[in-house]
Structures are given as C-alpha cells and as structure tokens.
C-alpha cells in the first residue's frame, strides 16, 4: 500500500524557514517524480515544485522561486521542501504526491497518491 | 487566461448522476488531464487520468461508477448513481514543462 506522511508543518513569523518532510512506503520511491502541493484556507490547490526521481531535475512555481528548495533523499525514501522567507500567503496545508513517471518534465505529469498534508501557518 | 477552467458548484440528487466539466484553454485542447477528488479535511484522491480522445485509466480501488469522457477542448466526469459520500470537491489538473496546472475546483453537492 502506498503511503505518504508529510510532517514539519508550524506555526512560524513571517521571515522564517520552515522544513517540511514527507515519507515514502510502499512503492520504489527512486523510480518517480514527485511534487509539493498547497492548499490555502478555503482554496483550490496549487503546484508548488516537482523533483525528478534521481533528483537532477527540479521545477518550481514563480510564487516559491527563490524561496523554496524541493529536494530527495532516495536512501531514506524521504522528500524534502525547505522553505524560506516566509510571508502570510504562504500559509497552507502542504501536500506530497507521487508522480505516475521518473522525469518530472511533461511526460504524463499527474499525481496517482497523495499524503495528507501538514499544516504551515505564518503569523506573527 | 487559466488553463483549465472549472464550475464553481454542481449538484445533483442521490441516485441520479452528473457531469462535471474541465475546460482547456486554447493552445492547450489537446492535453490530458487528470481528475482528483477532495473531501472535506482530507488529501485529494486521484480518480482518473483523462485523454484527448476520451479513454481514461481509473487510479486504485475507483469504482466504475466514475468514467471521463473528452470533446474538443471539454475534459468530462461523469458520476453515475450518486452516493452521499460523492459530495467531495473535484479539480481537473494538467501538466506542461516544468509546471503542473489545477483547476479552481467544482464543489458537488449530493441532494
């Protein structure tokens, strides 16, 4: 069974960083892309960054460059999002989510499993 | 302009079935698209992936009561005898290089 837990999530001051963490089991987790996800109170979901699955390739929305660093960790079956300069408009439920292939580029570039996401709230 | 536009609401009553529409903006008509399902509190669910020429391919355990169909640019779910724990908001999302696109949603209410 594929599972996804996301953690990390916090309450941080706008300005600060934040790393969020998301376990893989249940599938080769070296073998595929996979993306962040948010979600903002009350909204509709937005693509934050995609990573390939050797990590060599990395994508990231223009509301997050600069800011944000998705990275991969195969060996720990184990996805990364650090995030830095904070503001408001970041805060969301994040979301990890598997890719269906390797690549993260525009070969089939959908999501088959989700986690269930972790809390950033940025406030002061 | 955005790339898949979606419904804000559709409703239907239980039993019955519905169709939700996922619009491709022009110089996208040809993409696929994938469907997912959100309930309340929860991560989303993927449902189905959705091509041109409307035959899809259903994630895990998706009942054959979800099936998706395509015209011209129009991306279609259909969800047949409609159950109250269908009451779930649904997104459309498509991918491109580099990026990968949601639609604004379609909150489905299960009368």
């Known amino acids: 069974e594929v599972q996804l837990l996301e953690s990390g999530g916090d309450l941080v001051q706008p300005g600060g960083s934040l790393r969020l963490s998301c376990a893989a089991s249940g599938f080769t987790f070296s073998s595929y892309a996979m993306s962040w996800v948010r979600q903002a109170p009350g909204t509709g979901l937005e693509w934050v960054s995609v990573i390939s699955s050797s990590g060599g390739s990395t994508y990231n929305a223009d509301s997050v460059k600069g800011r944000f660093t998705i990275s991969r960790d195969n060996s720990k079956n184990t996805l990364y999002l650090q995030m830095n300069s904070l503001g408001a408009e970041d805060t969301a439920v994040y979301y990890c989510a598997k890719e269906v292939g390797p690549y993260g580029g525009n070969t089939n570039g959908y999501f088959d499993y989700w986690g269930q996401g972790t809390l950033v709230t940025v406030s002061s | 302009q955005d790339v898949l536009t979606q419904s804000p609401s559709a409703s239907a009553s239980l039993g019955a079935s519905v169709k939700l529409t996922c619009t491709l903006s022009?110089?996208?008509?040809?993409?696929?698209i994938a469907w997912h399902q959100q309930h309340p509190e929860k991560g989303p669910r993927f449902l189905m992936k959705l091509n041109s020429d409307g035959s899809h391919i259903r994630g895990d355990g998706i009942p054959d009561r979800f099936s998706g169909s395509s015209s011209g640019a129009e991306r279609y779910l259909t969800i047949s005898s409609l159950q109250s724990e269908d009451e779930a908001d649904y997104y459309c999302?498509?991918?491109?290089?580099?990026?990968?696109?949601f639609g604004g949603g379609t909150k489905l209410t299960v009368l």
């Open positions: 999302q498509t991918w491109v290089t580099g990026s990968r696109l």
């Open positions: 022009s110089g996208h008509t040809s993409y696929a």
